[in-house]
């Protein structure tokens, strides 16, 4: 096994380093790892993203971020500036292109070459920060005002975190699991992880060298379809956990939206509660967490009503959850990437639900309380059987677990995930397990899922499989009404 969920030394993350920039000609640009400390020193408290995001769940406040990101600086900038002016987004996002997220520079280049949209739209799916280099990362920064979030879930993310943090980014969006699980095939989860413990390592640089707190994101919704809170939530935790043993001390824990009201509100509880009861069992002191709830990921509504009535539904079940940050999406979801204007109207509904939410709270009912008792030890027991199949080592444990069945997730690509584990809805739309596949649900667990499915299968005449499975997939794409 190359990897170990230890802390690495500051020789071994230099001695790294020095492959990583040779990856690009622009990582010649950042050899000076001390003049990045520097220019991070120099930005005032307000646009870092830890310190927004501790003031704002001090406040008990939630705040918005929508995504986005095009291939063209200026055109970026401009993209942000409307987010931010016209959609009253708190954190800024900068959606990477597919390209960077998996190191394919010299591909990135063509086509920044063969660019001729002129602000017409974008050439690529998000922006391509290796190869503009750092003055022009750091433009960004300089001509916008609310922390950058690089939305960088990306398996290769080594030279994209040193341009980024050195450009002025607070906080990047992954995790070696999230960021590989949902999207490839064949890379190994071993490197994956390893490579996002570089990522964690250099922000502790930043840290120690200069004071410097820097944040992380793990990607919660993974593939984004039909996943049981479980599977999320021992994911989230676990990269979690491999990030703190770096140095990470502020942290985001990440959950998408499955649907249900009951099961979305409970497992955003869950997540924050045990993922705290376990960095305090590990030993992970005053790490400050805080949430990101993600607006539905699966398939959308091609109609733009019944995509907003989508937006807003996600935006109540986040506000209600009290989750710190509401990951928007935008009424062009169907069909492609959103313009500026479609993804500030998100922004402007989201907030406009948190407002007239005002902080209201839904807990204690029996139902909640069942529900909350079930995914907890479910939760749980996947997070034992990973750290012990592991002997006590996160990292290694997620390696064999996936390598096991024991974290499994549905429509996963990757061939490093078992794919046994199936699951459906239930009359209310909460995601149940059919089948566990090798994951180690207790059988008390298994007996409620099963019972909810059972009760969907009966009242819809109904069986599990494939015609089961496209109704859920399709659920939310309003094609019924
Ligand atoms: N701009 C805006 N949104 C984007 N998404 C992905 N790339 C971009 C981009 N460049 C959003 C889409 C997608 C989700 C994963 O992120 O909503 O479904």
Redesign the pocket.
Known sequence: MEIKNHKWSEKQLLKERKEVLKQWPTGEQILDLDEAVEYQKSMPEELNAAFLLNRAKKNAKTLIQ?????NNVNDHIQLLNILEKQGGADLL?T?I?SYTRNARFEEAQQAIEKDVTNGEG?I????PAVNVGVKEIRKIREQTNAPLVG?T?APYPRLLAEMLLAGGYTSMEGGGITCLIPYTKTDSLEMSIKRWQYVSRLMRYYYDHGGIVLHRESYG?CT?VLIPPCITLAISILECIIDCEQGITNYSLGYGMGGNITQDIVAMKVLEEVCQEYLDMLGYKDIKLTTYFHQY?GA?PKDEEKALALITFGATVGALSRATVIIT??TH?AHG??TAQN?AQSCRATKNIINMLNGEKIEGTDKMKQEEMMLRKATKSILDSTLEIGNGDAAIGTVRAFKAGIIDVPFSPSNYNKNLLLSHKDLRGAIRIADPGNVPIPKEVMGYETKKIKERTEKQKIEPGYKMLLEDILTFTGRNN
């Open positions: 929508p995504r986005g990101g095009v996002p959606t292109d974008s690529l799916n998000g922006l939305r879930c919704p984004g990921m959308f999406k935008t979801e990437i959103p993804n």
